[in-house]
Protein backbone atom coordinates (compact mmCIF):
# COMPACT_ATOMS: atom_id res chain seq x y z
CA UNK A 1 0.00 0.00 0.00
CA UNK A 2 1.52 3.02 -0.88
CA UNK A 3 -0.43 5.54 0.82
CA UNK A 4 0.55 4.33 3.85
CA UNK A 5 3.90 7.27 4.16
CA UNK A 6 2.38 9.16 7.49
CA UNK A 7 4.15 9.31 10.66
CA UNK A 8 1.72 8.18 13.48
CA UNK A 9 3.52 11.42 15.70
CA UNK A 10 2.54 14.20 13.20
CA UNK A 11 -1.47 13.94 14.42
CA UNK A 12 -3.62 17.40 14.79
CA UNK A 13 -5.74 19.07 12.65
CA UNK A 14 -8.66 21.78 12.85
CA UNK A 15 -12.48 21.00 11.51
CA UNK A 16 -13.68 23.46 8.94
CA UNK A 17 -17.23 25.37 9.35
CA UNK A 18 -18.82 24.36 6.19
CA UNK A 19 -20.25 21.28 7.89
CA UNK A 20 -21.69 23.65 10.92
CA UNK A 21 -22.93 26.29 8.20
CA UNK A 22 -25.06 23.33 5.93
CA UNK A 23 -27.22 22.33 9.00
CA UNK A 24 -27.46 25.93 10.54
CA UNK A 25 -29.15 27.21 7.33
CA UNK A 26 -30.60 23.75 6.96
CA UNK A 27 -34.02 25.49 8.93
CA UNK A 28 -34.55 22.02 10.86
CA UNK A 29 -35.20 24.34 13.84
CA UNK A 30 -33.15 22.48 16.00
CA UNK A 31 -31.54 24.40 18.88
CA UNK A 32 -27.73 25.24 17.89
CA UNK A 33 -26.61 23.60 20.97
CA UNK A 34 -28.08 20.36 20.32
CA UNK A 35 -26.08 20.28 16.62
CA UNK A 36 -22.89 21.18 17.62
CA UNK A 37 -23.22 18.13 20.75
CA UNK A 38 -24.62 15.79 18.28
CA UNK A 39 -23.73 14.37 15.11
CA UNK A 40 -26.43 15.05 12.67
CA UNK A 41 -29.88 13.09 13.15
CA UNK A 42 -33.07 14.10 11.53
CA UNK A 43 -36.72 12.55 11.96
CA UNK A 44 -38.43 11.27 8.87
CA UNK A 45 -41.89 9.51 8.17
CA UNK A 46 -41.12 5.72 7.63
CA UNK A 47 -43.25 3.17 7.26
CA UNK A 48 -46.04 5.59 8.95
CA UNK A 49 -43.55 6.15 12.07
CA UNK A 50 -41.00 8.33 13.13
CA UNK A 51 -37.32 6.74 12.71
CA UNK A 52 -33.81 8.40 12.70
CA UNK A 53 -32.04 9.21 9.85
CA UNK A 54 -28.43 9.23 10.82
CA UNK A 55 -25.78 11.28 8.60
CA UNK A 56 -22.29 9.81 8.44
CA UNK A 57 -19.31 11.71 6.87
CA UNK A 58 -16.20 9.33 5.70
CA UNK A 59 -13.07 10.91 5.51
CA UNK A 60 -10.88 9.03 3.15
CA UNK A 61 -7.17 9.01 2.97
CA UNK A 62 -7.62 8.49 -0.90
CA UNK A 63 -8.17 10.39 -4.01
CA UNK A 64 -11.95 10.22 -5.91
CA UNK A 65 -9.71 8.47 -8.53
CA UNK A 66 -8.70 5.50 -6.71
CA UNK A 67 -10.03 1.71 -6.68
CA UNK A 68 -10.93 2.42 -2.63
CA UNK A 69 -12.85 5.78 -3.46
CA UNK A 70 -15.18 3.83 -6.38
CA UNK A 71 -15.50 0.72 -3.39
CA UNK A 72 -16.50 3.14 -0.56
CA UNK A 73 -19.30 4.78 -2.92
CA UNK A 74 -20.64 1.26 -3.80
CA UNK A 75 -21.01 0.68 0.21
CA UNK A 76 -22.26 3.86 0.60
CA UNK A 77 -24.73 2.82 -2.13
CA UNK A 78 -25.79 -0.43 -0.02
CA UNK A 79 -26.13 0.88 3.22
CA UNK A 80 -28.88 3.45 2.11
CA UNK A 81 -31.07 0.58 0.14
CA UNK A 82 -30.59 -1.69 3.28
CA UNK A 83 -31.23 0.60 5.80
CA UNK A 84 -34.13 2.56 3.85
CA UNK A 85 -32.35 5.33 3.63
CA UNK A 86 -31.85 5.94 7.41
CA UNK A 87 -28.17 5.84 7.25
CA UNK A 88 -26.51 8.45 4.89
CA UNK A 89 -22.97 8.14 4.51
CA UNK A 90 -21.18 11.11 2.67
CA UNK A 91 -17.75 10.32 1.09
CA UNK A 92 -14.79 12.66 1.61
CA UNK A 93 -11.38 12.62 -0.64
CA UNK A 94 -8.40 13.07 0.59
CA UNK A 95 -7.65 16.59 2.53
CA UNK A 96 -11.44 17.26 2.33
CA UNK A 97 -12.29 18.18 5.88
CA UNK A 98 -8.51 17.17 7.01
CA UNK A 99 -5.07 15.67 6.22
CA UNK A 100 -4.34 12.05 5.92
CA UNK A 101 -2.43 12.14 8.91
CA UNK A 102 -5.65 13.84 10.85
CA UNK A 103 -8.37 11.19 10.46
CA UNK A 104 -7.91 9.07 13.41
CA UNK A 105 -7.84 12.35 15.67
CA UNK A 106 -10.88 13.51 14.18
CA UNK A 107 -12.89 10.40 14.19
CA UNK A 108 -11.39 10.18 17.78
CA UNK A 109 -12.55 13.23 18.85
CA UNK A 110 -16.12 13.10 16.83
CA UNK A 111 -15.15 15.62 14.54
CA UNK A 112 -16.03 13.52 12.09
CA UNK A 113 -18.20 10.26 12.23
CA UNK A 114 -16.00 8.00 9.84
CA UNK A 115 -13.06 7.29 8.55
CA UNK A 116 -10.71 5.47 6.23
CA UNK A 117 -7.26 4.60 5.62
CA UNK A 118 -4.81 1.71 6.87
CA UNK A 119 -3.77 0.69 10.53
CA UNK A 120 -0.15 0.99 9.41
CA UNK A 121 -0.70 5.03 8.70
CA UNK A 122 -0.41 4.99 12.67
CA UNK A 123 3.03 3.14 12.92
CA UNK A 124 4.63 6.17 14.33
CA UNK A 125 2.46 5.64 17.77
CA UNK A 126 3.27 1.84 17.77
CA UNK A 127 4.80 -0.42 15.27
CA UNK A 128 2.05 -3.12 16.19
CA UNK A 129 0.26 -0.92 13.58
CA UNK A 130 1.62 -2.50 10.75
CA UNK A 131 0.32 -6.11 11.68
CA UNK A 132 -3.09 -5.79 10.86
CA UNK A 133 -3.41 -3.97 7.81
CA UNK A 134 0.16 -5.17 5.86
CA UNK A 135 2.49 -7.34 8.11
CA UNK A 136 5.39 -7.88 5.80
CA UNK A 137 6.18 -10.84 3.81
CA UNK A 138 3.12 -12.61 5.39
CA UNK A 139 4.18 -12.00 9.31
CA UNK A 140 7.43 -14.20 8.08
CA UNK A 141 5.16 -17.62 8.23
CA UNK A 142 3.27 -17.87 5.30
CA UNK A 143 -0.01 -15.32 5.34
CA UNK A 144 -1.36 -14.83 2.34
CA UNK A 145 -3.90 -11.85 2.47
CA UNK A 146 -6.93 -14.29 2.51
CA UNK A 147 -5.38 -16.38 5.06
CA UNK A 148 -4.92 -13.09 7.10
CA UNK A 149 -8.69 -11.88 6.22
CA UNK A 150 -9.64 -15.20 7.81
CA UNK A 151 -6.92 -14.58 10.60
CA UNK A 152 -8.85 -10.93 11.34
CA UNK A 153 -12.35 -12.23 11.29
CA UNK A 154 -11.99 -16.13 12.34
CA UNK A 155 -9.27 -16.07 14.32
CA UNK A 156 -9.36 -13.36 16.97
CA UNK A 157 -7.18 -10.94 15.20
CA UNK A 158 -10.41 -7.93 15.08
CA UNK A 159 -10.31 -8.03 18.92
CA UNK A 160 -6.60 -7.59 19.21
CA UNK A 161 -7.02 -4.57 16.46
CA UNK A 162 -10.47 -2.91 18.44
CA UNK A 163 -8.15 -3.60 21.74
CA UNK A 164 -5.03 -1.68 20.09
CA UNK A 165 -6.82 1.16 19.06
CA UNK A 166 -9.24 1.20 22.37
CA UNK A 167 -6.02 0.62 24.90
CA UNK A 168 -2.71 1.08 23.07
CA UNK A 169 -3.53 4.25 21.16
CA UNK A 170 -6.99 5.07 23.92
CA UNK A 171 -8.92 6.10 20.80
CA UNK A 172 -12.89 6.81 20.67
CA UNK A 173 -13.23 4.20 17.69
CA UNK A 174 -14.17 1.15 16.38
CA UNK A 175 -12.26 -0.62 13.36
CA UNK A 176 -13.64 -2.67 10.63
CA UNK A 177 -11.01 -4.50 8.00
CA UNK A 178 -13.22 -3.87 4.87
CA UNK A 179 -11.11 -3.64 1.59
CA UNK A 180 -8.28 -6.72 0.99
CA UNK A 181 -6.64 -4.73 -1.96
CA UNK A 182 -3.21 -6.60 -2.45
CA UNK A 183 -0.77 -7.76 -3.38
CA UNK A 184 0.93 -4.63 -3.64
CA UNK A 185 3.46 -4.99 -6.60
CA UNK A 186 7.22 -4.96 -5.84
CA UNK A 187 7.05 -1.64 -8.16
CA UNK A 188 8.21 0.30 -11.20
CA UNK A 189 12.15 0.48 -11.61
CA UNK A 190 14.17 2.61 -14.93
CA UNK A 191 16.02 -0.54 -15.17
CA UNK A 192 15.84 -4.11 -15.20
CA UNK A 193 15.85 -5.99 -12.04
CA UNK A 194 17.83 -9.35 -12.55
CA UNK A 195 19.12 -10.04 -9.21
CA UNK A 196 18.87 -8.79 -6.22
CA UNK A 197 21.83 -6.89 -6.28
CA UNK A 198 20.88 -5.19 -8.74
CA UNK A 199 17.79 -3.41 -6.66
CA UNK A 200 20.53 -2.95 -4.10
CA UNK A 201 22.30 -0.40 -6.99
CA UNK A 202 18.87 1.55 -6.80
CA UNK A 203 17.64 4.72 -4.68
CA UNK A 204 13.81 2.78 -3.94
CA UNK A 205 10.97 4.85 -2.69
CA UNK A 206 9.63 2.73 0.12
CA UNK A 207 7.51 3.94 3.61
CA UNK A 208 9.25 5.02 6.68
CA UNK A 209 8.98 2.30 9.62
CA UNK A 210 8.79 -1.39 9.48
CA UNK A 211 9.13 -2.12 6.12
CA UNK A 212 12.35 0.49 5.41
CA UNK A 213 13.86 -1.48 8.58
CA UNK A 214 13.23 -5.00 6.47
CA UNK A 215 14.57 -3.35 2.76
CA UNK A 216 17.86 -1.81 5.06
CA UNK A 217 18.22 -4.86 6.44
CA UNK A 218 18.58 -6.42 3.19
CA UNK A 219 21.42 -3.97 2.19
CA UNK A 220 18.56 -1.80 -0.15
CA UNK A 221 18.71 1.90 0.55
CA UNK A 222 15.19 3.30 1.32
CA UNK A 223 14.11 7.35 0.53
CA UNK A 224 11.33 8.02 2.63
CA UNK A 225 8.78 10.30 0.59
CA UNK A 226 5.38 11.39 0.76
CA UNK A 227 2.89 10.22 -2.07
CA UNK A 228 2.44 14.08 -3.31
CA UNK A 229 6.45 14.15 -4.01
CA UNK A 230 6.92 10.54 -5.31
CA UNK A 231 6.06 11.38 -8.90
CA UNK A 232 7.97 14.37 -9.23
CA UNK A 233 11.10 12.54 -7.46
CA UNK A 234 10.80 9.94 -10.32
CA UNK A 235 10.53 12.76 -13.06
CA UNK A 236 13.64 14.17 -11.97
CA UNK A 237 15.89 11.42 -11.42
CA UNK A 238 16.09 11.69 -7.82
CA UNK A 239 14.55 8.20 -7.04
CA UNK A 240 15.00 4.75 -9.58
CA UNK A 241 12.20 2.95 -8.11
CA UNK A 242 9.06 2.94 -6.07
CA UNK A 243 6.45 1.25 -4.82
CA UNK A 244 3.07 2.06 -5.59
CA UNK A 245 -0.07 -0.31 -4.93
CA UNK A 246 -1.00 -2.25 -8.26
CA UNK A 247 -0.97 -1.91 -11.72
CA UNK A 248 -4.76 0.23 -11.68
CA UNK A 249 -3.44 2.82 -9.15
CA UNK A 250 0.01 2.63 -11.04
CA UNK A 251 -1.80 3.38 -14.07
CA UNK A 252 -3.71 6.60 -12.91
CA UNK A 253 -0.51 7.88 -11.03
CA UNK A 254 1.28 8.17 -14.46
CA UNK A 255 4.41 5.77 -13.73
CA UNK A 256 4.12 3.92 -16.83
CA UNK A 257 5.14 7.78 -18.79
CA UNK A 258 8.49 7.69 -16.43
CA UNK A 259 9.40 3.85 -16.00
CA UNK A 260 9.07 0.42 -18.43
CA UNK A 261 10.41 -1.85 -16.22
CA UNK A 262 7.38 -3.16 -13.24
CA UNK A 263 7.43 -6.67 -10.65
CA UNK A 264 3.87 -7.70 -10.03
CA UNK A 265 5.42 -9.28 -6.69
CA UNK A 266 6.14 -7.55 -3.90
CA UNK A 267 6.36 -9.17 -0.57
CA UNK A 268 6.20 -5.97 1.47
CA UNK A 269 2.69 -5.86 1.83
CA UNK A 270 1.52 -9.15 0.11
CA UNK A 271 -1.39 -8.60 2.09
CA UNK A 272 -2.78 -4.30 1.95
CA UNK A 273 -6.46 -4.40 3.49
CA UNK A 274 -8.04 -0.88 4.10
CA UNK A 275 -9.94 -0.03 6.99
CA UNK A 276 -13.26 2.01 8.05
CA UNK A 277 -12.90 3.81 11.43
CA UNK A 278 -16.19 4.96 13.11
CA UNK A 279 -16.45 7.28 16.38
CA UNK A 280 -17.83 4.96 19.57
CA UNK A 281 -20.14 8.19 20.59
CA UNK A 282 -21.91 7.51 16.84
CA UNK A 283 -21.60 4.13 16.60
CA UNK A 284 -23.54 3.85 20.00
CA UNK A 285 -26.69 5.81 18.64
CA UNK A 286 -27.26 3.71 16.22
CA UNK A 287 -30.17 1.36 16.59
CA UNK A 288 -28.88 -2.71 16.75
CA UNK A 289 -30.38 -2.93 13.04
CA UNK A 290 -28.27 -0.32 11.94
CA UNK A 291 -25.20 -1.53 13.39
CA UNK A 292 -26.34 -4.95 12.32
CA UNK A 293 -26.56 -3.25 8.65
CA UNK A 294 -22.85 -1.87 8.74
CA UNK A 295 -21.54 -5.23 10.15
CA UNK A 296 -23.03 -7.06 6.76
CA UNK A 297 -21.82 -4.23 4.01
CA UNK A 298 -18.53 -3.82 5.50
CA UNK A 299 -18.75 -8.21 5.24
CA UNK A 300 -20.50 -7.63 1.60
CA UNK A 301 -17.71 -5.09 0.58
CA UNK A 302 -15.01 -7.64 1.68
CA UNK A 303 -16.01 -10.09 -0.98
CA UNK A 304 -17.09 -7.78 -3.45
CA UNK A 305 -13.67 -5.99 -3.18
CA UNK A 306 -12.04 -9.70 -4.22
CA UNK A 307 -13.22 -9.84 -7.72
CA UNK A 308 -13.37 -6.07 -8.35
CA UNK A 309 -9.46 -6.23 -7.99
CA UNK A 310 -8.85 -9.07 -9.73
CA UNK A 311 -10.75 -7.45 -12.48
CA UNK A 312 -9.43 -3.84 -12.57
CA UNK A 313 -6.18 -4.55 -12.27
CA UNK A 314 -5.63 -7.19 -14.75
CA UNK A 315 -7.70 -4.46 -17.18
CA UNK A 316 -4.98 -2.05 -16.02
CA UNK A 317 -1.99 -4.53 -16.19
CA UNK A 318 -3.03 -5.34 -19.98
CA UNK A 319 -3.39 -1.34 -20.99
CA UNK A 320 0.12 -1.13 -19.36
CA UNK A 321 1.57 -3.96 -21.60
CA UNK A 322 -0.21 -3.08 -24.92
CA UNK A 323 -0.63 0.36 -24.91
CA UNK A 324 2.32 1.95 -22.64
CA UNK A 325 5.32 -0.99 -24.01
CA UNK A 326 5.51 -1.41 -20.20
CA UNK A 327 7.86 -4.66 -19.68
CA UNK A 328 6.11 -6.80 -16.45
CA UNK A 329 8.53 -9.03 -15.66
CA UNK A 330 8.94 -11.28 -12.24
CA UNK A 331 10.51 -10.53 -8.88
CA UNK A 332 14.22 -12.47 -9.25
CA UNK A 333 13.71 -15.81 -6.84
CA UNK A 334 16.44 -14.98 -4.43
CA UNK A 335 14.62 -11.61 -3.23
CA UNK A 336 11.97 -13.47 -1.30
CA UNK A 337 14.59 -15.78 0.18
CA UNK A 338 16.12 -12.59 1.52
CA UNK A 339 12.89 -10.83 2.51
CA UNK A 340 11.64 -13.36 4.46
CA UNK A 341 14.46 -13.45 6.46
CA UNK A 342 15.41 -9.74 7.02
CA UNK A 343 11.55 -9.48 7.56
CA UNK A 344 11.73 -12.78 10.45
CA UNK A 345 14.54 -10.97 11.98
CA UNK A 346 13.17 -7.54 12.32
CA UNK A 347 10.00 -8.52 13.46
CA UNK A 348 11.50 -10.56 16.27
CA UNK A 349 13.30 -7.37 17.11
CA UNK A 350 10.12 -5.68 17.68
CA UNK A 351 8.43 -8.73 19.52
CA UNK A 352 11.96 -8.29 22.06
CA UNK A 353 10.94 -4.66 23.04
CA UNK A 354 6.66 -4.59 22.89
CA UNK A 355 4.63 -6.59 24.70
CA UNK A 356 1.67 -6.31 22.41
CA UNK A 357 3.83 -6.34 19.41
CA UNK A 358 4.45 -9.70 20.23
CA UNK A 359 1.41 -10.95 21.35
CA UNK A 360 -0.45 -9.86 17.95
CA UNK A 361 2.68 -11.24 15.99
CA UNK A 362 2.52 -14.72 18.16
CA UNK A 363 -1.52 -14.60 17.18
CA UNK A 364 -0.41 -14.59 13.27
CA UNK A 365 2.02 -17.13 13.85
CA UNK A 366 0.00 -19.80 15.53
CA UNK A 367 -3.40 -18.89 13.48
CA UNK A 368 -0.26 -19.17 10.09
CA UNK A 369 0.83 -23.08 11.62
CA UNK A 370 -2.96 -24.10 11.40
CA UNK A 371 -3.68 -22.84 7.81
CA UNK A 372 -0.99 -22.85 5.76
CA UNK A 373 -0.56 -26.42 5.72
CA UNK A 374 -3.78 -26.15 4.14
CA UNK A 375 -4.26 -23.12 2.44
CA UNK A 376 -0.76 -22.77 0.56
CA UNK A 377 -1.56 -26.72 -0.24
CA UNK A 378 -4.63 -26.00 -1.76
CA UNK A 379 -3.87 -23.00 -3.93
CA UNK A 380 -1.31 -24.98 -5.77
CA UNK A 381 -4.31 -26.09 -7.75
CA UNK A 382 -4.65 -22.60 -9.10
CA UNK A 383 -0.83 -22.06 -9.73
CA UNK A 384 -1.60 -25.46 -11.93
CA UNK A 385 -4.20 -23.98 -13.68
CA UNK A 386 -2.55 -20.60 -14.53
CA UNK A 387 0.76 -22.25 -16.04
CA UNK A 388 -1.15 -25.20 -18.17
CA UNK A 389 -4.78 -23.53 -18.71
CA UNK A 390 -3.82 -20.96 -21.17
CA UNK A 391 -3.14 -21.29 -24.99
CA UNK A 392 -2.07 -19.56 -27.47
CA UNK A 393 -4.64 -18.45 -29.65
CA UNK A 394 -3.68 -20.03 -32.68
CA UNK A 395 -3.58 -23.15 -31.46
CA UNK A 396 -7.37 -23.53 -30.51
Wanted: net charge positive.
Amino acid sequence: MAIGFWSGEEMGGSMGKKFFRKWIWAGLGLPLSFILLHPPILQAQVGGGQASIHKMRIQTAVPSWSLSFELLKRFKDRLAKISGGRLMIEILPEGASMLSHEILEGVDEGRIEGGYGWTHFWSGRHPAALLFSAPIGGAGRGLDQMAHLAWLYEGGGRDLLNHFYAEILRANVLAFPIHPLGPDALGWFKRPIVTLSDIKKLKYASPPGIMSEVLREMGILPVTLAPNEILSAAQRGVIDGAKWMGPADGLQMGFPKIWKYYYLQGLHQSTDIGELLIHKGFWNRLSPDLQEMIHCAVRSSISETLVFCIERQSQALRILKERHQVEVRDTPEEFYEEYIRSSRKILEHHATRDPFFRKVLASQEAFADLVAPYWTKALQLYRILGEKGPRDRGGR
